[in-house]
């Protein structure tokens, strides 16, 4: 059958109605082959599931499959879904659509959300749509007291090239973290200014060798 015979959407459209969770979430995976104006009607079918697991899967498959419909619910997930995961899928699926008219509402969700997954996933969502509006967001997310959410925002400063980050980046080159180190030097090696190579040539000679081998990676790039 064909990804488009309708006798194959009638029965994932069936198999997304069983009772039995791996079912659901078979069918669900197999829309991956499916044209997203057909899947989503399919997708729609879940996204209030009682798996949270499959509902995180479906809220992944708007920001992959794409139609006018995607933007509006996941706007709608972001906001008001009672779950912190759900939450943050949406706001990373937003990043994934890369659709400009989420910077608001990302924004909204870093600086009001109560939960530090879903304010990493905003921002590093913001990183994705790269809009230079998210400079001021981003530079603040750097003194965030959860390491992770400062490791978004240092990849999202290179995302959004912004070369007025380095001065503030280059702070994070001693930092215990090595993915941070390693977030660093790939940052940098988005933002060519002099001092963005001098760092790299400093963390090309890091410990970890993760960190050294993205340094020397960028330098090679920035060289070439």
């Given amino acids: 059958m064909s990804d488009l015979d309708p006798a194959n959407t009638t029965l994932l459209a069936t198999q997304l109605e069983s009772k039995d969770l791996r079912d659901r979430m078979v069918a669900l995976a197999s829309l991956r082959n499916v044209p997203a104006d057909v899947a989503l009607p399919l997708i729609k079918k879940v996204l209030n599931d009682e798996s949270l697991q499959l509902r995180s899967m479906a809220v992944f498959a708007l920001g992959i499959k794409v139609t006018s419909e995607s933007y509006p619910i996941l706007i709608d997930i972001l906001a008001n879904d009672p779950d912190y995961g759900i939450r943050a899928d949406a706001a990373g699926a937003l990043g994934y659509l890369e659709d400009i008219r989420a910077f608001e509402a990302l924004v909204r969700a870093f600086y009001e959300d109560t939960d530090w997954l879903v304010r990493f996933s905003a921002a590093v969502s913001l990183g994705n749509l790269k809009d230079p509006r998210a400079f001021d967001v981003l530079i603040k997310a750097l003194d965030s007291h959860e390491v992770v959410i400062q490791q978004a925002a240092i990849a999202a400063l290179g995302e959004i090239k912004a070369l007025a980050s380095v001065d503030k980046l280059v702070t994070f ?36 060798p993760n960190v050294s081998a993205a340094a020397t990676i960028c330098l090679d790039r920035m060289e070439g």
Avoid: F, M
């Avoid at 090595?178 to 030097?185: C, E, I, M, P, Y």
């Avoid at 933002?191 to 790299?200: D, F, G, N």
């Fill in 173 to 208: 080159i001693e930092a215990e973290d090595w993915l941070v180190r390693q977030r660093l030097a790939e940052a940098l090696g988005q933002l060519p200014t002099p001092k963005s190579i001098s760092a790299l040539k400093y963390l090309a000679k890091d410990s970890h």
